[in-house]
């Protein structure tokens, strides 16, 4: 049987940066103040009006851009401070410290929007910190990129566990992403940053 030469590319890897993975840094969001404590669910100030209405059976559209909630986005800065309000006098509770890292958007008001990764973490950032370039952030650990959107195909890469890749087309089941120069298809099921039943040409 031919040896096959695995490629793996380090958590940190953004968009064909590569970095040595024995310094491979922390990619989950960092917190600040030290002693931060989540506010509990009554604390939190929600706009009433941060939710369109939608009629039954259709897509709830947000108030602001009439865009699909809940709809996937990224970080354009390597630094986004998620507020308790919609507003700059509101409390930081959550800091995101990693350009491109996919984000949720729940909820529309004003400039801005109410975001989440994907542990459900975040909060009120400004419209200025997102961008629509889609990404996704790899669930598995050592997930093989593959030639084709079958488990069967060929791998060209294993992803390690965090590693941002770019979105590029989605299908029932399975995305083209790329990342660090290599590309190819992975199931739905190892990634985050996608909805389950998204369709993307």
């Keep these: 049987m031919t040896e096959r030469r695995w490629t793996r590319l380090c958590a ?4 064909g940066a590569v970095t040595a993975w024995p310094a491979c840094a922390q990619v989950r969001p960092l917190a600040r103040p030290a002693n931060l404590v989540i506010p509990a669910a009554d604390q939190i100030v929600v706009p009433a009006s941060s939710v369109a209405p939608a009629p039954a059976g259709s897509p709830t559209l947000g108030p602001e851009t ?23 006098d509101q409390r930081i509770d959550w800091v995101f410290t990693r350009e491109d890292m996919p984000l949720q958007i729940t909820a529309e008001y004003g400039h801005w929007r109410r975001v989440e990764d994907r542990d459900g973490e975040g909060g009120w950032v400004h419209y200025s910190l997102l961008s629509g ?26 992803l390690e566990q965090n590693v941002v890749a770019r979105l590029e087309s989605c299908e029932a089941g399975w995305c083209r992403i790329s990342a660090g120069g290599y590309g190819g298809w992975a199931p739905k099921d190892a990634i985050w940053g ?5 369709v993307l040409d």
């Design 12 to 15: 940190t890897l953004l968009m």
């Design 66 to 88: 009439n865009l699909p909630l809940p709809r996937y986005v990224s970080l354009k800065t390597d630094e986004g401070n998620a507020r308790r309000g919609p507003a700059l």
């Design 133 to 158: 370039t889609r990404t996704v952030i790899v669930d598995q650990d050592e997930m093989p990129l593959r030639t084709r959107p079958d488990e069967g195909s060929q791998a060209v890469a294993l």
């Design 194 to 198: 996608v909805g389950a039943d998204e």
